[in-house]
């Protein structure tokens, strides 16, 4: 399973962002996909993740409220809506897979880096 993470760019404090994941895979029905982010000196945080089967989300407590994190079956693609962005939302966001029933993300897209200047 290949993820590969588009979307990403220089933004300016307060606007909004799309991320896009699309994967190699024929179908993602026993994946569970999620967004994750890691700044320069921090840990990687986790941001969103969407059970593709049924659509269920969970979102970190930083972004809640901010982002949304949907699916586009026809297009084997999860986007991430971010918007009212600030500079702590500076990092590289990556996407990630992991089967339904483990708990461990087992693959990683490159990341794609997302800037926000104040």
């Known amino acids: 399973l290949q993820l590969v993470e588009s979307g990403g760019g220089l933004v300016q404090a307060g606007d909004s962002l799309r991320l896009s994941c699309s994967s190699s895979?024929?179908?993602?029905?026993?994946?569970?996909v999620g967004w994750f982010r890691q700044a320069p000196g921090k840990e990687r945080e986790f941001v969103a993740s969407?059970?593709?089967?049924?659509?269920?989300?969970s979102y970190g407590d930083s972004v809640k409220g901010r982002v949304t994190i949907s699916r586009e079956k026809s297009q084997n693609t999860v986007d991430l809506q971010m918007n009212n962005l600030a500079s702590e939302d500076t990092a590289l966001y990556y996407c990630?897979?992991?089967?339904?029933?483990?708990?461990?993300?087992?693959?990683w897209g490159q990341g794609t880096q997302v800037t926000v200047s104040s």
């Open positions: 990630a897979a992991r089967y339904i029933t483990t708990d461990d993300y087992d693959y």
């Open positions: 895979a024929r179908t993602l029905a026993m994946y569970v």
């Open positions: 969407i059970t593709w089967a049924g659509g269920a989300t």
